[in-house]
């Protein structure tokens, strides 16, 4: 695999560079703690809403740094853990007079960074809460969480908060929005190829020509099972399945539905796989209100695609709608 690496180990470092350098006006750099965050907060009057996790997710996490989404993002390195020293001098330096908010995807070392550099922060006084995110379907259990792995569905979380923080609400009421959406949120991936990590060199795993792999974690973690390639349109079925009756998600439901490439899936791809999801969530007696297609949570130059559905209300649906502004221009 080739890629444009220089040195491996400083490939985070220079990339959050690159983040900053791109957006002078309205993000801030601090490479100590490998953290990207907004040029104009704290805020006394908006809580703060940060996340960490590992690099490699791109656009997740630090590239949705901005107005009515995170505060701040303090990445490990590729598919590592922030440093627990990382979230505790970020809690420091977003920490506004509304408090703090967590959110982490369900894997067991983003929680133990997080629930240690938490305990350190509340002892210099700071006010912080979390929300745990667990929306795959795919996996109860894995080598990397106890429960539901955090994946593609984080997004709708941290859209809902942000928009939610920018007009005021309280801590509480955004931790119990967030786990409200979190309860309304499900996801499940797959892949037709590994990804290789800069430091490592080689692929993660590997698949045949002739070999997909069905409910991927987004760091290679094993899925459901691994079985020969199919069409594009019965791929989406299986998906569907899993994730429509988990819930489950009925006829007459509001919803949003997401096709979220994982990295190396071409947008045409993407679309296509999208426009026979609209029908076949649209069959099943669901109104799509809002839809989504794109890269939002990748792992690294992985083929695949995950897909999410979100059960919506008018509460929610207008928090997804409300502006937002990040990192990622594209006109």
Not at 48 to 61: C, L, N, T, V
Not at 214 to 231: D, F, L, N, Q, W
Not at 260 to 272: A, F, R, V
Request: hydrophobic share 40%.
């Amino acid at each position: 695999m080739k890629k444009f690496v220089n040195d491996p180990k400083q490939f985070v470092p220079e990339m959050l560079k690159g983040i900053a350098l791109a957006n002078p006006t309205t993000l801030k750099y601090v490479p100590e703690y490998n953290l990207i965050m907004r040029a104009d907060i704290p805020k006394d009057n908006k809580v703060s809403i940060m996340q960490g996790s590992g690099s490699g997710h791109e656009p997740a996490h630090v590239m949705i740094v901005g107005r009515g989404m995170l505060d701040a993002a303090c990445p490990g390195d590729v598919f590592s853990a922030p440093a627990a020293d990382y979230v505790y001098n970020t809690s420091k330096l977003v920490a506004s007079k509304k408090g703090v908010l967590h959110l982490i995807n369900n894997y067991t070392g983003d929680k133990m960074s997080f629930d240690m550099g938490k305990e350190m922060a509340e002892a210099d006084g700071i006010e912080i809460k979390i929300v745990v995110v667990n929306d795959d379907v795919a996996v109860k259990d894995s080598t990397w969480t106890v429960g539901r792995r955090g994946v593609a569905g984080n997004f709708f979380v941290i859209k809902a908060v942000g928009a939610a923080a920018e007009k005021g609400a309280s801590l509480d009421d955004l931790v119990k929005l967030g786990e409200r959406v979190v309860a309304v949120t499900r996801t499940m991936g797959m892949a037709l190829t590994g990804c290789t990590p800069p430091a490592k060199g080689t692929p993660i795993f590997t698949l045949a020509e002739d070999e997909m792999e069905m409910g991927i974690g987004i760091h290679g973690e094993p899925g459901r099972k691994r079985v020969k390639m199919a069409k594009a349109n019965a791929i989406v079925d299986e998906l569907l399945e899993a994730v429509a009756s988990d819930l489950p998600y009925k006829s007459g439901d509001d919803v949003a539905l997401m096709i979220n490439g994982m990295g190396g899936t071409p947008i045409s791809e993407l679309y296509l796989l999208y426009g026979y999801a609209h029908e076949q969530v649209t069959k099943r007696g669901m109104k799509i209100k809002r839809n989504y297609v794109g890269e939002y949570c990748t792992s690294l130059e992985m083929a695949g695609f995950s897909l999410t559905l979100v059960k919506l209300d008018p509460e929610l649906e207008g928090l997804l709608a409300a502006p937002a502004e990040i990192a990622i221009r594209t006109f």
